[in-house]
């Protein structure tokens, strides 16, 4: 049975906390691939900031394309309106029956499972893997495995700001991505 973690998100853009993250997963639990999935409407948070679907999943595409086991999913997109998790998962289990499925969370989503639609049919589904971020608790009723990365504070919010402001995001974003933004004047950037 292949083991497929899945990392959901705005990547709104895709920054190097995302890739973190998503090694150090691969290789905590063995897993075959990571999977980096955007969604088209997060129903737990306002998608901001100047960037199309299509922008999102070609800065995604263009962040991950140097490391073997990770790809992008793109089946919350292709299906659009607001993403829930539980009909996700119950349409990649549909269709690929042979797969156990991680679904990859940072500690702000731990603290909001209580508030996931369908959330225990989806724990029975699908394994949690819980990701420690600094100022958030990691206790939840819900099964979880809990995966020590190394903590960085960064998030896509300030990306955009900086971008906006013309600052640097070199180290912050794969050059490829950076090289997007600029190209298409996303953000603000110049």
Not at 38 to 64: Q, V, Y
Not at 101 to 120: H, K
Request: no cysteine; hydrophobic share 35%; aromatic share 8%.
């Amino acid at each position: 049975m292949r083991k497929v973690g899945v990392l959901g998100g705005t990547f709104n853009p895709p920054h190097i906390g995302h890739l973190i993250v998503a090694n150090e997963v691969l290789h905590a639990l063995q897993l075959d691939e990571i999977r980096f999935m955007p969604n088209a409407i997060p129903p737990h948070k306002k998608l901001e900031g100047f960037a199309t679907n299509e922008d999102r999943l070609r800065m995604t595409e263009l962040a991950i394309k140097d490391h073997h086991s990770f790809s992008l999913e793109t089946i919350e997109i292709n299906r659009s309106g607001v993403s829930y998790t539980i009909d996700t998962m119950r349409e990649l289990l549909k269709q690929e029956p042979d797969t156990s499925f991680y679904f990859i969370i940072g500690a702000d989503m731990i603290e909001y499972l209580p508030n996931w639609r369908e959330v225990d049919e989806l724990s029975r589904l699908i394994t949690f893997v819980g990701v420690k971020r600094p100022g958030y608790l990691t206790s939840t009723p819900y099964p979880i495995t809990l995966i020590e990365t190394p903590e960085i504070q960064l998030s896509s919010t300030v990306l955009r700001k900086k971008a906006s402001l013309g600052e640097t995001l070199q180290y912050l974003l794969p050059d490829s991505v950076i090289q997007y933004i600029k190209e298409k004047g996303l953000y603000g950037a110049k």
